[in-house]
T-cell receptor
Framework: LAKTTQPISMDSYEGQEVNITCSHNNIATNDYITWYQQFPSQGPRFIIQGYKTKVTNEVASLFIPADRKSSTLSLPRVSLSDTAVYYCLVGVGGYNKLIFGAGTRLAVHP | DTGVSQDPRHKITKRGQNVTFRCDPISEHNRLYWYRQTLGQGPEFLTYFQNEAQLEKSRLLSDRFSAERPKGSFSTLEIQRTEQGDSAMYLC??????????????FGPGTRLTVL
């Protein structure tokens, strides 16, 4: 599975938009990009998945440029409850195992 | 459906003891995964089952570790002769295998193991 690089930590304030960028320079043609969220003492939770351009759901948006060598998870108007670790994963659709990096620790402040 | 459940939530044991964890997946899910997570790191894949068949095991899964999924429902993960390095959160996840790209895995709350 493609290796990913993302910031170790980020800070934001309530009501701001947060963008977390993930680099995956050696992404393969049939790889999908998936983001998971993990709160303390809980298992990770799927947020969003995409292949190209833009994907939006009720939680977040995922922006993928044409070369697909990076992706940006966008969280609109964050609240304190969005404080969590966010993981970017890249792999073939329907892949069997998830390969997590260290993720990005997002801290949202009042 | 109540999601993936794991039991116990916490386990403290002494080095050298055996421990067993249980995972109950979402009922219609045919795939079940085990991961291990240490502090500050992302989860690491250990093994996965499709129905009752164990299809892949990580090199992290030493011979002291064994996992089963009898009848393709719940699964158990046993660690024999525990070592302090086994202290971690053990996460179980399940999913429904299909042909498309969408393969969301649903995680349980984990079992936190502390080996003294």
């Amino acid at each position: 599975l493609a290796k990913t690089t993302q910031p170790i930590s980020m800070d934001s304030y309530e009501g701001q938009e947060v963008n977390i960028t993930c680099s995956h320079n050696n992404i393969a043609t049939n790889d999908y990009i998936t983001w998971y969220q993990q709160f303390p003492s809980q298992g990770p939770r799927f947020i969003i998945q995409g292949y190209k351009t833009k994907v939006t759901n009720e939680v977040a948006s995922l922006f993928i440029p044409a070369d697909r060598k990076s992706s940006t998870l966008s969280l609109p108007r964050v609240s304190l409850s969005d404080t969590a670790v966010y993981y970017c994963l890249v792999g073939v659709g329907g892949y069997n195992k998830l390969i997590f990096g260290a993720g990005t620790r997002l801290a949202v402040h009042p | 459906d109540t999601g993936v459940s794991q039991d116990p939530r916490h386990k403290i044991t002494k080095r050298g003891q055996n421990v067993t964890f249980r995972c109950d997946p979402i009922s219609e899910h045919n795939r079940l995964y085990w991961y291990r997570q240490t502090l500050g790191q992302g989860p690491e894949f250990l093994t996965y089952f499709q129905n009752e068949a164990q299809l892949e095991k990580s090199r992290l899964l030493s011979d002291r570790f064994s996992a089963e999924r009898p009848k393709g429902s719940f699964s158990t993960l046993e660690i024999q002769r525990t070592e302090q390095g086994d202290s971690a959160m053990y996460l179980c996840a399940s999913s429904l295998a299909h042909q498309g790209p969408y393969n969301e895995q649903f995680f349980g709350p984990g079992t936190r193991l502390t080996v003294l």
